[in-house]
């Protein structure tokens, strides 16, 4: 079995590193894998870091790509159409793998035919102690846990962090819906992909020995602003499954907005009698769900209002098909 590992990566020169260093030390045949770096328009030295692995590690087939176009979709794009083998694996720039993690992404689809992806066990590393309620966050920045045991499930998730499906499968299903343009989400990205196989009846195995450490900074990641970034992320979702995947139309939006106004009120007078009653916990999540909802009302306002984005959520250039002589464009 032969692996494309395909890592996008903008601005992570300092950390890439580390990702890297697990990579090229896997305890499979090197000839069964490649590695793919996609550099999404960094402007620190990605490149500079990348190309010293490559002189380092001739053995390793590693390939460098550079898209200047903003948004992770475009440049995972680009790692499926340069990928030459059969199972793409994703992984993160600030992700770091054990040594076994193709081995034991290989022993799941090996043991299951049937098997369309497999999802690997994600745990949150953190560079220093962080505050103690971000640990109930930890979801949030893509911890993931299915249990100790191999298992085969329709509609299990799978994290974009530790992803790897049959290549021939994505491009059915369309791949990746467009998702990250620097710190924040344009649509629904690998939730997009998951629903599709879900509806789709596609089998997914659970990998619990092919463990992605997350690398995450405590400055900046345990912080209420950023998991209130990621609860507004995953807010804008609903909207944008409404309009551009859905297609329900204006109606359904501003039906959903009206909806999602009145909870964010609710939200924000819970987090008001929380901060009251010195509840910090409870006032940390008021505050996260009311930022879940108000992203809907301004994401579903800008949809309805600009002409120019509506038209970028629904223009689909980000697609990779198969063409009529049997490529990939």
């Not at 200047?68 to 790692?79: E, H, L």
């Not at 987090?271 to 916990?281: H, I, M, P, Q, S």
Request: aromatic share 14%; with cysteine; net charge positive.
């Amino acid at each position: 079995m032969k692996f494309s590992v395909i890592i996008t990566t903008l601005n992570r020169a300092d950390s890439i590193f580390m990702c890297l260093d697990s990579l090229v030390c896997q305890d499979y045949p090197k000839e069964k894998y490649e590695i793919l770096i996609v550099n999404n328009n960094s402007t620190d030295n990605t490149e500079e870091v990348v190309e010293d692995y490559i002189r380092k590690y001739p053995e390793v087939n590693i390939r460098y790509y550079y898209v200047p176009k903003p948004g992770q979709v475009y440049a995972r794009q680009i790692g499926i159409l340069a990928s030459k083998n059969e199972i793409l694996t994703f992984t993160d720039d600030d992700g770091i793998l054990v040594k076994n993690w193709l081995k034991e992404i290989a022993n799941v689809f090996e043991k299951n035919e049937n098997a369309a992806g497999v999802a690997g066990k994600i745990e949150i590393k953190w560079d220093k102690t962080p505050p103690e309620w971000i640990h109930d966050y930890e979801e949030q920045l893509g911890k993931l846990n299915y249990g100790d045991e191999i298992k085969y499930e329709i509609g299990l998730y799978m994290n974009a962090g530790n992803l790897s499906i049959k290549k021939d499968v994505l491009i059915d299903v369309g791949g990746f819906n467009p998702e990250m343009v620097g710190d924040w989400l344009l649509g629904d990205g690998e939730t997009g992909l998951w629903l599709r196989l879900k509806k789709n009846n596609y089998l997914i195995g659970w990998a619990p020995k092919a463990l992605m450490y997350h690398y995450q900074l405590a400055d900046k990641n345990a912080t209420v602003k950023d998991i209130k970034r990621r609860f507004m992320n995953n807010g804008i979702c609903i909207p944008y499954n409404i309009y551009a995947i859905n297609k329900e139309g204006t109606k359904a939006l501003v039906k959903n907005m009206l909806y999602t106004f009145k909870q964010g009120m609710r939200w924000n007078i819970k987090k008001l009698k929380y901060t009251l009653a010195g509840n910090t916990k409870s006032r940390y999540y008021a505050l996260f769900r009311a930022a879940f909802y108000y992203a809907q009302v301004k994401y579903s306002w800008k949809i309805i209002t600009d002409k120019e984005f509506r038209n970028s959520l629904t223009k689909n250039d980000w697609l990779v098909k198969v063409n009529s002589k049997g490529a990939l464009v």
